[in-house]
């Protein structure tokens, strides 16, 4: 008994089934629950965030939230999940927690070339922006061309020539 509470040895107990593996949730439903808690985290500590953090925070979510609304309709390449997924679940948490896991009097001081960690902070998020914003732009126009080679097909195969019998 004592070893199987440790992880040591087996419990006779223990089901011969295994779990089923849950459903997973659709890529958007994920991303969208994924940006709620960077946003939840990010408002719940907006008093230790500088002043412009939580403005820039929603600049970012005005391009991710339709992008990843788009991408319910408009299935993503791999690239541009991978990209998106990235964006949410990576480089845009790391960011704010690596700045609220700070000592808030370091957070606060000014570095001999006259930056605070919050100057980083807000760099960094602007940076996130401008990228979010290459990434969504490069999204709709790959749909955009898919859309062009669609008309060019279309043209071909039902231009006045092609139905003439």
Excluded: C
């Amino acid at each position: 008994m004592w070893r199987s509470l440790f992880g040591r040895g087996s419990d006779e107990h223990a089901p011969s089934e295994p779990e089923p593996t849950p459903v997973s949730k659709p890529f958007p439903d994920r991303m969208r629950a994924e940006l709620r808690k960077v946003s939840w985290t990010a408002r719940g500590a907006g008093a230790v965030l500088p002043v412009a953090a939580l403005p820039e925070l929603g600049r970012i979510e005005d391009v991710l939230i339709p992008l990843v609304e788009h991408l319910r309709h408009n299935p993503p390449t791999m690239d541009e999940e991978i990209a998106v997924e990235s964006m949410v679940t990576d480089y845009l948490p790391t960011t704010i927690n690596a700045y609220l896991s700070l000592n808030p009097q370091y957070a606060k001081q000014v570095r001999p070339d006259g930056r605070t960690p919050g100057d980083d902070l807000l760099e960094q998020m602007r940076m996130l922006e401008q990228a979010i914003r290459d990434l969504a732009q490069a999204v709709y126009a790959h749909d955009a061309q898919q859309l062009e080679v669609q008309g060019r097909f279309l043209s071909s195969k039902f231009t006045r020539s092609d139905l003439e019998l």
